[in-house]
């Protein structure tokens, strides 16, 4: 999953000509989490984000 999103962010950038940006990243892997989450993926609690955005 977080591939996924690093490859989508990456040709958003490039494709789009738009600026990297973390925050944007951190929020769309909190929305793919989230949505894994509610399609009954298992072991994807590993991946949370704590309140300050870190892994764990």
Known sequence: M???VL??????CVFD????SIST???TFNEEH???CLAGARGM???E????????
């Open 17 to 20: 000509n738009k600026a990297p």
């Open 34 to 36: 989230h949505l894994w």
């Open 7 to 12: 490859s989508k962010h990456r040709n958003f």
């Open 2 to 4: 977080a591939t996924w």
């Open 25 to 27: 990243l951190l929020r």
């Open 49 to 56: 984000l704590g309140p300050e955005g870190y892994l764990g």
């Open 45 to 47: 609690r590993a991946l």
